[in-house]
T-cell receptor
């Protein structure tokens, strides 16, 4: 069965540190890739998405992600985190032939210390 | 744009009763809506996919007679949890899409069954 793996369940960083959250998926066909963020007490928001084209995708709030097809990966990065980035981050994959269904990773809880 | 609302935001009901949750797309027509369930500190689990005017498609392991989904219009889908039990207590989230792969998420509904 297809799956999405996020290897870091909890990450603690100090402000200004660099962030990289891993995401791998197990599906060999064409996919769309997403990163969502869920701030405490708020609903899911789209950070960025990859459908096609340049594998380096820039999103909101200084986040970016790189799609590496050969590694089935879509890692999220931010050069310098802020306290306000404290949230839970979810990677999600949508197969092109799956009627838009999203498969979510287990999420990574990020705590940024001021 | 692309706002999805849910009502109620939280609900407490007694065991054995039914509760209805509404999901509305406020500024676009949602050809497809999705219902997810999120347990504390866990990821989103897709429950069902709902296309306007047709029966919902349930994921494996989700009881369709317990979780009744109706998508009667392009802006409204409802999830009814029938004969609720304490193990149905969870955070229920809907999302909507308009013929695309990007889903817009509602703020969620917290259900507590006593």
């Amino acid at each position: 069965a297809q799956s999405v793996s996020q290897h870091n369940h909890h990450v603690i960083l100090s402000e200004a540190a660099s962030l990289e959250l891993g995401c791998n998926y197990s599906y060999g066909g064409t996919v769309n890739l997403f990163w969502y963020v869920q701030y405490p007490g708020q609903h899911l928001q789209l950070l960025l998405k990859y459908f096609s084209g340049d594998p380096l995708v820039k999103g909101i709030k200084g986040f970016e992600a790189e799609f590496i097809k050969s590694k089935f990966s879509f890692n999220l990065r931010k050069p310098s985190v802020q306290w306000s980035d404290t949230a839970e981050y979810f990677c999600a994959v949508n197969r092109m032939d799956s009627s838009y269904k999203l498969i979510f990773g287990s999420g990574t809880r990020l705590l940024v210390r001021p | 744009g692309a706002v999805v609302s849910q009502h109620p935001s939280w609900v407490i009901c007694k065991s054995g009763t039914s509760v209805k949750i509404e999901c509305r797309s406020l500024d676009f027509q949602a050809t497809t809506m999705f219902w997810y369930r999120q347990f504390p500190k866990q990821s989103l689990m897709l429950m069902a996919t709902s296309n306007e005017g047709s029966k919902a498609t349930y994921e494996q392991g989700v009881e369709k007679d317990k979780f009744l989904i109706n998508h009667a219009s392009l802006t409204l889908s409802t999830l009814t949890v029938t004969s609720a039990h304490p193990e149905d207590s969870s955070f229920y989230i809907c999302s909507a899409t308009h013929r695309g792969h990007e889903q817009y998420f509602g703020p969620g509904t917290r259900l507590t069954v006593t």
